[in-house]
């Protein structure tokens, strides 16, 4: 009995081990001969790559210039209109200046006055004051050596007993004090002002010629010339208009010296030099470009809009007038120009964790490979490290079904 029982278990086993063998069998002959999984490749090839960056810009007058209303009032007359060409020291808009004229004579009486002072002050005082002092002077001179004479008189009469001791006293008293009045006429004529005096008057003398110097540019700005040859683009205002003081009047500019301010974002901000050529487009001129290069990059980060982007200083080299201020166009800066470097198409291209890599295509079946990437484009890459030139590369499978390291494909059609 034990023997059968024995016997039948051996043969259990040995059923099992047929079912696990067949199945073994089964999966490797499937996995082995299971349907390829159709994809679209690409060969890595040596070929020119060329990096591009597009944003959106200003176009903006190299030399611009703006006049605005130096005071409330009334626009006398307008003499240029929008698109002129003007000469330099052209009149274009002029102001009432009646009132700016009589603040320019009061400027200019302030002026004198606080000048007379200041002289006066530095000088002991007004040339008629001067003069007095002068002839009080000389008067108070001459008082002293006259009562010097009487008294060297008297004393010689005094030793002869001819003059008393009271009357040579008296002469030496009156010469005492006619020294003493000719030493304040001296002094008030060397000290009359003190440095306090001076300074003020000083101070007031410099607010008279900034207030009047004030006061003629006012005036002079009531009538707005050219300051060079340009072309007037904007006049927003009219004759006999009422403007206030800071209104703009008048905007001109030479249009054959153009440049554009573009708006780069922050991280292709590093890829920027100066002198990299610029293509320039305008919606309002399609199929049209302009050429550039960069004059000046980013010192700083601003915000723009939502945007944190750098200001980049574009010079048009082949200006022909039609692109206008303030026009809003799209720049595209070539960053990167090689020739003969090894590339494969973008889509290749996987990151994971911050790495790169692409599945190539060995005997059949993908092979995920890491790789180091340069250049970059919209449709290409540079391939630094990990591919030479000829692999192949799957670019995505043509019926949906994710790429994985090791499936076995073929080229869809």
Known sequence: MATIKTKNRSTAWAWVGAAIALLLIFYFVRNATRTRVPIRMATAIRSELRSTSSTNGK??????????????????????????????GELLVAMDNTDART???????????????????????TQEERLALNGN????????????????????????????????????QRLAATNVSLQLLQQRKTERYDAGDIERAKSAFE????????????????????????????????????????????????????Q??????????????????????????????????????????????????????????????Q???????????????EGNVLNVPREALHTETGRYYVFRIVNGRLRRTQVTVGNLNLTQVEILSGLKEGDQVALGSTNGVPLTAGMPVIEGR
């Open 59 to 88: 176009v903006e007058p190299q030399v611009n210039f703006e006049a605005h209303a130096p005071y409330s009032g009334l626009i006398k007359n307008r003499y240029a209109h929008e698109g002129e060409r003007v000469s330099q």
């Open 103 to 125: 603040r320019l004579a009061e400027a200019l009486a302030t002026l004198r006055s606080a000048q007379a002072t200041y002289s006066a002050v530095t000088k002991g005082g």
């Open 137 to 172: 002077i000389e008067r108070t001179e001459f008082e002293r050596d006259q009562a010097q004479q009487n008294l060297n008189a008297l004393r010689k009469l005094q030793l002869t007993g001819a003059a008393s001791a009271s009357e040579v006293s008296a002469a030496e």
């Open 207 to 258: 607010q008279a010629q900034t207030a009047y110097a004030a006061a003629q540019a006012v005036l002079n700005q009531a009538n707005v010339r050219a300051p060079f040859a340009g072309t007037v683009y904007s006049i927003p205002v009219s004759k006999s208009e009422y403007v206030q003081q800071g209104t703009l009047l008048l905007q001109m500019a030479e249009l054959s010296k153009m």
């Open 260 to 321: 554009v301010r573009g708006y780069f974002d922050e991280p292709e901000i590093g890829k920027l030099r100066v002198g990299q050529p610029i293509t320039i487009e305008w919606d309002a001129r399609p199929g049209k470009e302009w050429h550039g290069h960069i004059a000046r990059v980013p010192s700083t980060i601003i915000t723009y809009g939502t945007r944190n982007v750098g200001e980049v200083l574009i010079t048009i080299d082949d200006t022909d007038q």
């Open 323 to 337: 692109l206008l201020p303030n026009t809003n166009v799209r720049v595209t800066v070539i960053v990167a120009n």
